[in-house]
């Protein structure tokens, strides 16, 4: 089986503007998840999906948000961006016919804002 | 609220010497935990978890409910095991399944 893919592994943007990336999950995963990782705050949770509905939600503002098609691939977007959300952003799928709560990791997308 | 603490962020070794990475949770409920690792260039994977209660690459982790802890533990450090170590908790099924990570620990194994 393929891994988890995200892209862009990479990009550059500036403040204000906005960013798209994308996920593609393990296949036949149907969860997804995504977390910001920076040096100083380690992994925080942004929101999972399931089935195309967002599931959990975590402490970030309404300028993230994210969406699931109907082949559980994902996406997440950040509008204005600002300094502070140059990060690695780390897409997770999870196979929840097991029951067993893994996460498989994809390689990241890092973003940098100037 | 569930919480992960990991207090230190840089443990260093020697090659052969005893390693124990601490991690202390907070959670209202049933909980479950996960050792996850990055090592250098590559993905964050999964280590080992309680529920399996099995040894990887040689470490193991024993969750203590009463002292609310998950510590990981090898009892000979090897170079290859330098990378950065998470610990992580998320609840049971459903809208609980969101896992929650510490800030990690960076683990340092010299020749």
């Known amino acids: 089986k393929a891994g988890v893919t995200q892209t862009p592994r990479y990009l550059i943007k500036t403040r204000g503007q906005q960013v798209t990336l994308s996920c593609s999950p393990i296949?036949?995963?149907?969860?997804v998840s995504w977390y910001q990782q920076t040096p100083g705050q380690g992994l925080q949770f942004l929101f999972e999906?399931?089935?195309?509905?967002?599931?959990n939600k975590g402490n970030f503002p309404g300028r993230f948000s994210g969406r699931q098609f109907s082949n559980s691939r994902s996406e997440m977007n950040v509008s204005t961006l600002e300094l502070g959300d140059s990060a690695l952003y780390l897409c997770?799928?999870?196979?929840?016919?097991?029951?067993?709560?893994?996460?498989?990791f994809g390689a990241g997308s890092r973003l940098t804002v100037l | 609220a569930q919480r992960v603490t990991q207090p230190e962020k840089l443990l260093s070794v020697f090659k052969g010497a005893p390693v124990e990475l601490k991690c202390n949770y907070s959670y209202s409920g049933s909980p479950e935990l996960f050792w996850y690792v990055q090592y250098s260039r590559q993905r964050l994977q999964l280590l080992l978890r309680h529920i399996s209660r099995e040894s990887i690459k040689g470490f193991t982790a024993d969750l203590n409910k009463g002292e609310t802890s998950f510590h990981l533990k090898k009892p000979f450090a090897q170079e290859e095991d330098s990378a950065m170590y998470y610990c992580a908790l998320s609840g049971r099924g459903g809208a609980n399944s969101k896992l929650t990570f510490g800030k990690g620990i960076t683990l340092s194994v010299r020749p």
């Open positions: 997770a799928s999870r196979d929840n016919l097991s029951g067993a709560n893994v996460l498989t």
């Open positions: 296949s036949g995963h149907r969860s």
């Open positions: 999906y399931f089935s195309e509905t967002q599931r």
